[in-house]
């Protein structure tokens, strides 16, 4: 039903910058909220940000509070988080997921995440 495909990490400097984008296709991935997660090596998969279906709400976890942002192009079915001063503990697989729901205002903080990707490594060296 939902496809995710992440693209565009990769190596990076601290405090440098990298845009990620998921592609999401199939009948039914439009009208969802969508979310990033990441998972370092030996660490639990962690939430990163989410953005509403329509693109006007977001929410942050803390430790990326002013240097991440979540975006959206429902026109293209994508979804971005572009990335600023990069430090060695954001490195991690990046991951891309889909609410459950379809067109419906719900809590970022309590979504119920149904699809994932595959993921794609964002490295940042010191």
């Known amino acids: 039903q939902v496809q995710l495909v992440e693209s565009g990490g990769g190596l990076v400097q601290a405090g440098g910058s990298l845009r990620i984008s998921c592609a999401a296709s199939?009948?039914?991935?439009?009208?969802?909220?969508m979310g990033w997660f990441r998972q370092a090596p030996g660490k639990e998969r962690e939430f990163v940000a989410a953005?509403?279906?329509?693109?006007?709400?977001?929410y942050y976890q803390d430790s990326v509070k002013g240097r991440f942002t979540i975006s959206r192009d429902n026109a293209k079915n994508m979804v971005y988080l572009q990335m600023v001063n990069l430090k060695p503990e954001d490195t991690a697989v990046y991951y891309c997921?889909?609410?459950?729901?379809?067109?419906?205002?719900?809590?970022?903080?309590?979504?119920?995440?149904?699809?994932w990707g595959q993921g794609t490594q964002v490295t940042v060296s010191s």
């Open positions: 199939g009948r039914t991935s439009s009208g969802r909220a």
């Open positions: 997921a889909a609410d459950g729901s379809r067109f419906v205002a719900l809590p970022l903080m309590n979504l119920r995440y149904d699809y």
């Open positions: 953005i509403s279906w329509i693109g006007s709400n977001t």
